[in-house]
């Protein structure tokens, strides 16, 4: 099982994604390559972002089914922090929708 966890900071967001989803065999699941995309979009949604510094370069980790990131704001304003969180808004409801169809191979906790 996949487990997914996003907490706000003040001007920031740690986000995980860990495990695998074990829906079916590497090269043919489903839910894995959801959960993939989904992952694979916030961050390049948040290095474009950096370049239009309006957040910091994300640290990452990543690892054999993980991601690990923290990204925080490069300016202390409310726009960028709404954008930030807009972001994270998209990409969770993305994992919600995958959480609701394939509730035995994703959990957002």
């Known amino acids: 099982m996949t ?7 003040n001007g920031g967001c740690l986000f995980s994604c860990e495990g695998h989803a074990g829906y079916a065999e590497k090269g043919r699941d489903i839910v894995c390559a959801g959960i993939s995309a989904l992952c694979i979009a916030l961050v390049r949604r948040l290095e474009d972002m950096a370049a239009e510094g309006i957040v910091r370069l994300p640290t990452c980790d990543t690892g054999d089914g993980e991601l690990r990131l923290r990204v ?3 300016r202390d304003d409310k726009m960028s922090e709404l954008l930030l969180r807009n972001t994270f808004a998209a990409i969770m409801a993305g994992f919600t929708a995958l959480e609701e169809e394939y509730d035995e191979y994703l959990m957002i906790t």
């Open 72 to 74: 925080e704001t490069a």
């Open 3 to 9: 487990q997914v966890n996003l907490r706000e900071l």
